[in-house]
């Protein structure tokens, strides 16, 4: 066990509809990150916070946005949802910003999102 | 082409067999190496991490980064059946674990 928790483990949704996932990071860590994992295009980064603040951007769409809590929780929420979006969406932890020396990554279970 | 290849697989191979996994990178600036190992419906778990050239061993596996070749390689020695995984490459420059880029991932089984 990662320590990093997320819901739900399933979802399934239609096309056009809003879905949010949720993050709890491990006890301690202040950076949270979000990726996709799809079969034809692996694991993709999508955004990471550190601390309540973005931190950096990778190849996330304009219909996704995330944002973490004073509590370092995070949610991910997807939007206008197209059959494409059907994947893994992974959350994972680390308690430095930008180190990977000091900071390997925790990842939860994930979350896979089926659209119909 | 992407920054990281790797080849899906699948691999099957005997148990005590010697496994090895590649990964080859484009990316010069590349600087740190990582090998995360995902058991099905599991997240991905940090195997192995090196930096820079060279070799690292721990137990039964050793990571290899050749930076001028711009290959990087795990070998899994006497595998075991709970070696049975996929196994991903990343790798990242000087932003750290922020820009991490993952190669695809090779299925592994070790057939008992």
Redo the contacts between chains.
């Keep these: 066990d990662?320590g990093?928790t997320q819901t739900p483990k399933h979802l399934i949704t239609a096309t056009g509809q809003r879905v949010t996932l949720r993050c709890s990071p491990r006890s301690g860590d202040l950076?949270v990150?979000w990726y996709q994992q799809s079969l034809d295009?692996?694991?993709?980064?999508l955004i990471?916070y550190y601390n309540g603040e973005e931190?950096?951007k990778?190849n996330i769409l304009e219909r996704f946005s995330a944002q973490q809590f004073p509590d370092l929780h995070s949610e991910l929420n997807l939007s206008s949802l197209e059959l494409g979006d059907s994947a893994l969406y992974?959350c994972?932890s680390?308690v430095?910003?930008?180190?990977?020396?000091s900071?390997?990554?925790?990842?939860?279970?994930?979350s896979r999102l089926t659209v119909l | 082409q992407k920054e990281v290849e790797q080849d899906p697989g699948p691999l099957s191979v005997p148990e005590g067999a010697i496994v090895s996994l590649n990964c080859t990178y484009s990316n010069s600036a590349f600087q740190y190496f990582m090998w995360y190992r995902q058991y099905s419906r599991k997240g991905p778990e940090l195997l192995m991490y090196t930096y820079s050239s060279g070799n690292k061993e721990d137990g039964r596996f050793t990571a290899q980064v050749d930076k001028s070749s711009k290959y990087i390689s795990l070998f899994i020695r006497d595998s075991q059946p709970s070696d049975s995984a996929t196994y991903l490459c990343a790798m990242s420059g000087n932003q750290g674990a922020q820009k991490l880029v993952f190669g695809q991932g090779t299925r592994l089984t070790i057939n008992p």
């Design positions: 990662s990093v950076s990150y295009q692996g694991l993709q980064f990471q931190r950096a990778g992974f994972a680390s430095s910003s930008g180190s990977i020396i900071g390997e990554l925790f990842f939860g279970e994930g």
